[in-house]
């Protein structure tokens, strides 16, 4: 189902704004929520923020050590996921949405697997994103990056080859390996335009020394698209994917 509700036009910043306000707006008050992470999803953390200072009772859940200093430092009470009784509602970014599926592309900011996982704990999960993230197909523009042990990463980085990829060890601006929250290392690996990304999610999940990866398939329920025009949202036709 798609609806549309009237905005400005303008820059990147702008749409994600939009999409980021509008989501915040599904947050009722005493829930728990799942703060995402990445430029988007922090957007929807100040908005949050916005409400506790203004007396809305809401906890969250962080996704990444970025995004719970950010929390923490704008006043909102965090909890662990095992410390929470549930997750009523996680809002995350993304760096591809598949158009007809609402399968996900993500993980350019590293937080992959802990966004997984606050996604698979939460009732609902409700994307934000500029228009510039909708696609046909995952991987038209974004490798898939894939969390690996540090130890012979060089083993995953082979079998991801034999299935057909290009694995880039991910750096970072200083030119060291980059390290994920949780001390791991990221492929990011180039399969093209995925014309079968449940195939290819299992057949990495199998390999020895992956923890995990940034496809994110049958989990979205809602995908908030800031546009120039204004929100445009997307809601799952299918029942949540079992997991
Ligand atoms: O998956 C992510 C981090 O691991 C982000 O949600 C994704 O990279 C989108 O980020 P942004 O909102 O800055 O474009």
Request: aromatic letters at 2%.
């Amino acid at each position: 189902m798609t609806t549309r509700s009237g905005g400005d036009r303008g820059s990147t910043a702008r749409l994600k704004r939009l999409a980021a306000t509008a989501a915040a707006e599904l947050v009722e008050p005493g829930m728990v929520v799942g703060l995402g992470s990445g430029s988007t999803a922090e957007l929807v953390i100040h908005e949050l923020a916005a409400r506790v200072r203004a007396g809305t009772v809401l906890t969250g859940v962080s996704t990444s050590r970025r995004s719970e200093r950010l929390a923490r430092r704008l006043g909102i009470p965090l909890l662990a996921p095992e410390e929470a009784p549930s997750i009523d509602l996680a809002i995350d970014g993304a760096d591809e949405v598949e158009r007809g599926t609402l399968h996900l592309l993500k993980g350019r900011g590293g937080a992959l697997v802990r966004e997984k996982l606050v996604a698979a704990l939460a009732r609902r999960l409700v994307i934000v994103v500029d228009v510039s993230k909708l696609v046909d197909r995952l991987g038209e523009r974004t490798p898939v990056p894939v969390e690996v042990v540090p130890f012979a990463w060089i083993e995953p980085a082979r079998e991801l080859e034999r299935l057909g990829g290009k694995p880039v060890l991910r750096h970072t601006a200083l030119g060291q390996p980059y390290r994920t929250d949780n001390g791991n290392l990221i492929l990011d690996v180039d399969f093209g335009p995925l014309d079968q990304p449940e195939a290819l999610a299992r057949e990495i999940k199998l390999i020895t020394g992956v923890v995990d990866h940034g496809l994110f398939l049958g989990l979205t329920d809602t995908v908030i698209v800031g546009e120039p025009d204004g929100v445009r949202v997307l809601r799952r036709e299918q029942p949540r994917a079992a997991r």
